[in-house]
């Protein structure tokens, strides 16, 4: 499990601040019964390191030979205890404290966290586009036949993945984006109802799918611009 990209699959990453996360209040939930299963997982996959860690660092030592380096390598009591895993939830903001102590330098952050937070919001509005445009031409490669005509193989997980981002992502719209909501809707739409079994029985399904998929893709390649983002959503 890697709990990093299963959080960037239902929460935004934040542009204010690296390796955190923005969490919508819906899914949070969602998000502890995430981290706990990865809190109870973590210790067994570190004791499995630490049974094998002498016989890997006598590996390491022999093809490293005089580039081996000692204090690289802790003994593995210590580093057992080098794996944590903590969590915290913050409120971006200025302290209301900060008012009472420096009125001015408190209006002065105030005017900054507003422009910063301005600019997280196009960060996060341009992520999500860009995100569902990567999703839905995913789904519509999966869906197009090769040129011998034969389709490609359809997994389960590529159709939850997609109703996952499309289930999630009314949550997920800090930006109160309309334009992709519009086009979110037109996608639930479509895929609403279906099973792998679905795409797996029937061609003229895979092909009636994709030629609805199509449609989006087109309103999805007006919105989105191909610029550089601080931040990328996992699929």
Do not use: C, W
């Amino acid at each position: 499990r890697n709990i990093k990209l299963d959080l960037k699959r239902i929460a935004i990453p934040s542009p204010l601040r690296e390796s955190s996360f923005l969490i919508p209040f819906e899914l949070i939930k969602r998000v502890e019964e995430m981290v706990e299963a990865y809190k109870e997982e973590r210790p067994k996959l570190v004791e499995a390191l630490v049974e094998r860690y002498n016989e890997l660092v006598e590996d390491a030592q022999q093809r490293l030979g005089g580039l081996f380096d000692t204090t690289k390598y802790p003994p593995a009591e210590e580093l057992r205890y080098r794996f944590t895993v903590e969590t915290m939830y913050e409120d971006f903001g200025v302290p209301q404290s900060l008012e009472n102590v420096n009125p001015s330098v408190f209006a002065r952050e105030q005017v900054n966290m507003e422009g910063k937070l301005k600019e997280a919001v196009e960060e996060i509005k341009a992520g999500l586009r860009a995100a569902m445009q990567e999703i839905v031409n995913h789904m519509v490669t999966l869906l197009t036949p090769n040129v011998d005509g034969k389709y490609k193989k359809f997994h389960e997980v590529s159709l939850n993945r997609f109703k996952d981002f499309l289930d999630t992502f009314s949550a997920r719209n800090l930006a109160d984006d309309e334009e992709l909501s519009t086009i979110v809707d037109k996608a639930r739409s479509i895929i609403r109802g279906t099973n792998v079994s679905d795409f797996r029985e029937s061609n003229n399904f895979k092909e009636n799918i994709r030629t609805a998929l199509e449609d989006v893709k087109s309103s999805l390649s007006v919105l989105v611009v191909p610029v550089g983002r601080k931040f990328e959503l996992d699929l």
